[in-house]
């Protein structure tokens, strides 16, 4: 399956069980060289894949990187794979996907929406990465 599938969309966790808040992530994110994930998503095996972002505070996509690597680490029991970013490829958007956007696009009608959508993350087909980056674009203005 993984073979159709350009990245996924991670939900963020928010709290202190992931050292990840809502009001900081982005201006740290800018400054890290990789993301800490609970498991191995097959989503992102293979090199240049993406790693979007959806944070359910801003009920948004909010940014994306392409990976260039999975290690598992065990440095934490709960986040023991590190995906290691493509150097220059980290974009945190001005302005945000709503999620009533990518609600426009087939396979993610229910994206974020309480008790509708219990997944961690979304697989992102080559169809669907075209769509967002035309929406990312016009949200650019």
């Known amino acids: 399956?993984?073979?159709?599938?350009?990245?996924?969309i991670l939900k963020l966790d928010f709290g202190d069980k992931s050292e990840v808040y809502d009001d900081s992530y982005?201006?740290?994110?800018?400054?890290?060289?990789s993301w800490y994930t609970p498991r191995r998503y097959a989503?992102?095996?293979?090199?240049?894949?993406?790693?979007?972002?959806?944070?359910r505070t801003r009920k948004a996509i909010t940014a994306e990187v392409k990976i260039g690597s999975i290690v598992k680490t065990g440095e934490d029991a709960n986040y023991?794979?590190?995906?290691?970013f493509e150097p220059g490829t980290i974009r945190v958007y001005k302005s945000p996907i709503p999620r009533a956007k990518l609600h426009s696009i087939m396979g993610f009608e229910n994206l974020?929406?309480?008790?509708?959508?219990r997944t961690p993350y979304r697989n992102v087909t080559p169809a669907q990465d075209l769509k967002i980056m035309r929406l990312r674009r016009k949200m650019a203005g």
Request: proline share 5%; net charge positive.
């Open 1 to 8: 399956m993984a073979a159709n599938v350009v990245g996924i």
């Open 26 to 33: 982005l201006s740290e994110l800018m400054q890290q060289k």
């Open 43 to 55: 989503g992102l095996d293979g090199v240049g894949r993406k790693l979007y972002f959806y944070d």
């Open 80 to 84: 023991p794979w590190r995906n290691s």
């Open 112 to 117: 974020g929406t309480p008790r509708k959508d």
